[in-house]
């Protein structure tokens, strides 16, 4: 018998499949991961895309702002940071005059601890960090409208001569694939615009969908949003399934992403030759530490180009949440959508109807793939928060297996992603 293994907080979840089950693991294309990290940001900084470097992009009494990802994103900012602050020192710029502003969209402030690290104790010590404050307007600039959309940037990076942001190209439920200007035009965003980009208008649209970058009105929001905000440079990374870089550009924000999205495509996209009956995706640590972040798993495999799981079938996640829902108020306003309304199908009418606050948006995916398949958290430590929001809490694999052998019998086709923020199955029939 064949045994398999997920990601469970910082460790491994083994388990067997049940007699009858038919077992498929799909991960990504293996890359070889970059032999000498530091090197290679160097090198990028040194020769960006359709940029000069950041030495002579910067000047002396220019203020420059970098905005980081927060702690749910795997980004090794740790690696990214100095070598961008050295560039910036070589380019004689002050220390008083650089701000490191963590990107945290609608999740909670980041702490001191966090902080470090993500950018290690030293820059801490010595730069100005801040947390965006998405619910403060007088810490934000109104940057116009775009399809609708109210547009806002934390006054830091507006006021900046030069706007840096750092960022992972990963598929991404809304923008298709996220990095580029994502880490400025939503982690550096005012609510306004987290709820209009976030909104049933956007996630019903078929073309809002991972993978998708042509076409796609939230990629097209972002992209706007950024740039009014003078966003001039990234440094972005493409990671493997054990979050190792294999591969690092800087630049222009527009062409840098554009070819870090060729690239990812080529490592995240795998076929699969059919829908399947159940489909196990991990999630691993840090995404897993919540229910609003580990429930991305069953909602990334479901918002696939075609959906991985047949109507009536079931997703499981193991997950630890060992912060229950989330301590944001993002989080805290999806685990009250979700507890509180009667069924899914009131989720979805309601946010239709009349529109969702920031972190709404979660509530409402996770309402159209409840409307359609069923959803088991394995291992979580706020069962009652999985039961609450609609989800079945399961202590074990086996007792989800279990639970699933029941309700659609003991011949069932599993998909096991072990990676499903990073692996993307292409369904092919």
Not at 73 to 94: M, S
Not at 115 to 125: C, H, M, Q, R, W
């Amino acid at each position: 018998m064949t045994t398999y293994h997920v990601p469970y907080s910082t460790t491994t979840l083994e388990f067997d499949l049940l007699p009858g089950m038919r077992g498929r693991v799909v991960e990504s294309k293996r890359m070889p991961p970059l032999e000498d990290v530091p090197a290679t940001v160097d090198a990028a900084l040194a020769e960006p895309v359709n940029s000069p470097p950041l030495r002579d992009l910067a000047r002396p009494g220019d203020s420059v702002c970098i905005v980081f990802t927060d702690a749910t994103r795997a980004c090794p900012d740790d690696l990214l940071i100095p070598p961008i602050l050295h560039e910036l020192e070589q380019a004689g710029v002050r220390d008083e005059d650089i701000t490191l502003l963590c990107g945290i969209g609608m999740h909670r402030p980041s702490t001191h601890a966090e902080k470090v690290a993500k950018l290690g104790k030293a820059v801490v010590e010595r730069y100005r960090v801040i947390d965006n404050e998405p619910q403060n307007p007088a810490a934000l600039v109104d940057l116009g409208e775009v399809n609708g959309i109210p547009l806002s940037v934390h006054k830091a990076a507006y006021d900046a001569d030069v706007l840096i942001a750092t960022g992972i190209v990963e598929p991404h439920q809304y923008a298709g694939y996220s990095g580029g200007r994502k880490t400025v035009a939503v982690g550096a965003a005012g609510e306004a615009l987290i709820a209009y980009s976030h909104g049933p208008r956007f996630i019903d649209d078929p073309h809002t969908r991972l993978g998708q970058i042509e076409g796609n009105p939230f990629h097209e929001a972002i992209t706007e949003a950024a740039l009014r905000a003078g966003l001039r440079f990234i440094l972005n990374v493409v990671l493997d399934d054990n979050g190792r870089v294999v591969r690092v550009m800087a630049g222009e924000p527009v062409e840098t992403h554009r070819r870090l999205v060729k690239f990812a495509r080529q490592m995240y996209e795998v076929a699969i030759p059919q829908q399947v009956d159940i489909a196990i995706g991990g999630v691993g640590f840090p995404k897993d530490a919540n229910l609003y972040q580990a429930s991305r798993a069953p909602s990334y495999l479901h918002f696939a180009p075609t959906p991985v799981v047949r109507p009536g079938g079931y997703y499981i996640t193991p997950a630890r949440c060992q912060e229950g829902a989330g301590e944001g108020v993002g989080e805290q306003r999806f685990l009250a959508a979700m507890r509180d309304a009667p069924d899914v199908h009131f989720i979805l009418d309601d946010a239709r109807a009349n529109g969702y606050p920031p972190g709404g948006q979660r509530a409402f995916v996770m309402a159209k793939v409840l409307e359609q398949c069923r959803v088991i958290i394995v291992g979580s430590e706020c069962p009652e928060i999985v039961a609450a929001c609609k989800m079945i809490p399961a202590q074990t694999m086996d007792e989800a297996l279990r639970t699933v052998a029941t309700d659609l019998g003991s011949e069932l086709d599993v998909l096991i992603v072990p990676h499903a923020l990073l692996t993307l199955p292409i369904v092919t029939k």
